[in-house]
């Protein structure tokens, strides 16, 4: 089975909150945490969009692939609250 790893960064500490897609996931039942990633039991995709999509697109062809997003939101260490967005996906 395909598994997808997203690397925290570095100011994430728990504890934190990670959304896939905009829904809240659970730590042990939808992700678990190895050597400083998110570690998905699942394939999960980002969609690059090339030049030649991209120019579809303008002329309102659509072309719809899958784009899983990850975010993780967290208190920095100076007390603020952050979200690292759209956190980078690859291959577990």
């Known amino acids: 089975m395909a598994k997808s790893r997203v690397r925290l960064p570095r100011d994430v500490r728990e504890p934190y909150e990670v959304y896939l897609n905009g829904v809240r996931q659970q730590l042990g039942a939808d992700y678990l945490v190895r050597e400083g990633a998110l570690v998905f039991p699942r394939e999960l995709r980002k969609d690059r969009i090339s030049g030649w ?28 609250p952050r979200v690292a967005e759209a956190l980078d996906i690859e291959p577990a």
Do not use: F, H, I
């Open 53 to 80: 999509r991209w120019l579809l697109g303008a002329w309102g062809v659509g072309t719809y692939r899958q784009n899983d997003s990850v975010d993780v939101r967290y208190v920095a260490p100076d007390g603020s």
